[in-house]
């Protein structure tokens, strides 16, 4: 027999198991009766369940706790070397890695200058990084955010120019990956993955329909409904860069993955030229915003012509957005990139008004709200949601 048979010993035993572990990942070491009390087991299968869950090596003992005069309790915890994940962020100039213990808990990062014509194979690249990061042990799985996505009709990478992502053009991507590095690995939209990490530690906690908009130097979006990030049938959607907008080239004049559409008018370099043409200045993008919004504080010509230049800003980002929300009708929208971000609560209440301007609907609108690279953070709880399934669902066999 493979597994636990419905209504058996054995299932409810993996049933527990599960309550048990779930219980010590989210509050932390507990006694055996705190364990009891949340899981609501008796005494005798408390013990029985920690002695499997030990002798599995998932759970091991964390010294003891004083209690009444005379009395102590044994603490237990996860054991954090049960497994260990990996998460790496790829981009046209660098792959930056991180790796996690099951609990979490970040015990190695690195990052790998590669330049835009990087040398060597692509999955040595990829393994240098890991390397890098230092794993305390086999990572069980590795989780790849890229600036593209993977079309499953065709097990490739799409939505991007060969140029962008040199080496990616491989047929069967993730089984020649998973191949190549010796672990399991899945490759995932990079905006997909900062959506997830917004959903679980960001402005999206717990909403389970939104649209994230990533404004950087290019522009994407992520779709999340139901809960569940929606990626379309060719896994383009949220491809929202390459969405015709009025007064912008299209594929039709500029070539297929040529800078036309909504990034044309919101894409950083875009961004960058429309605040200078208003005076503003700045070395990028980022920090043309962050001028903009300063100067829009002040008084005098400066400040007018500022202001002026951050509300075309939040125009040109509201038409998109006005499109997605008619078609998606979100609850709530996201924003981040270095276009948004530094215009800070200004510039998010410029969108959100010329937004509900222009539609029926109104999402609310927040600002990103997670620190670090958001790409690793989601990428980890990937792996990490993949690899807890499959850890916790180990320790009964029959």
Do not use: C
């Not at 299968?45 to 003992?61: D, I, K, P, W």
């Not at 992520?222 to 491809?239: F, N, Y």
């Not at 620190?371 to 029959?398: Q, Y």
Request: net charge neutral; proline share 7%; charged share 20%.
């Amino acid at each position: 027999m493979s597994g636990p048979v419905p209504g058996t010993p054995s299932l409810l035993r993996a049933i527990n198991d599960r309550a048990a572990l779930r219980a010590l990942l989210e509050r932390g070491p507990l006694t055996r009766p705190e364990l009891g009390t949340l899981t609501g087991l008796s005494k005798p299968t408390a013990s029985q369940l920690l002695a499997r869950l030990r002798e599995a090596g998932l759970v091991v003992l964390d010294g003891v706790r004083e209690g009444l005069p005379g009395r102590t309790a044994e603490v237990y915890r996860i054991n954090p070397a049960a497994a260990y994940v990996g998460a790496l962020d790829v981009t046209p100039a660098r792959i930056e890695a991180r790796v996690a213990d099951i609990t979490g808990t970040v015990v190695g990062e690195h990052t790998l200058p590669t330049g835009r014509r990087p040398a060597g194979d692509l999955v040595d690249r990829l393994g240098a990084a890991l390397r890098g990061a230092n794993p305390p042990g086999r990572l069980r799985r590795v989780v790849i955010g890229v600036q593209a996505a993977i079309d499953p009709t065709t097990g490739r990478l799409g939505y991007a120019a060969a140029e962008d992502v040199p080496g990616w053009q491989i047929p069967d991507l993730v089984p020649t990956l998973s191949a190549g590095l010796g672990v399991p690995v899945d490759v995932e939209n990079d905006v997909n993955l900062v959506a997830l990490a917004e959903q679980a530690h960001g402005a999206a906690r717990d909403s389970r329909d939104f649209v994230l908009l990533w404004a950087d130097e290019g522009i994407g979006s992520a779709i999340v409904l139901g809960g569940r990030v929606h990626r379309g049938a060719t896994g383009g959607a949220g491809e929202v860069g390459y969405m015709p907008a009025p007064g912008a080239p299209t594929a039709r004049e500029s070539g297929r993955y040529a800078r036309h559409g909504f990034q044309a008018l919101t894409g950083g370099p875009a961004v960058l030229d429309l605040l200078r043409s208003y005076g503003v200045r700045g070395a990028d993008v980022r920090e043309a915003v962050a001028n903009a919004v300063r100067a829009a504080g002040g008084r005098g010509r400066q400040a007018e012509a500022a202001g002026a230049g951050l509300r075309e800003v939040a125009a040109r980002l509201a038409v998109g957005l006005a499109a997605i929300t008619s078609v998606v009708d979100p609850a709530l929208i996201v924003l981040t990139g270095d276009v948004v971000l530094p215009g800070g609560e200004t510039l998010r209440e410029l969108v959100e008004q010329e937004l509900y301007a222009l539609t029926i609907p109104r999402p609310l609108v927040r600002l990103s709200s997670v620190a670090g690279n958001p790409v690793l953070a989601g990428a980890l709880d990937l792996a990490l949601g993949t690899v807890r399934d499959e850890v916790f669902s180990s320790t009964v066999r029959s």
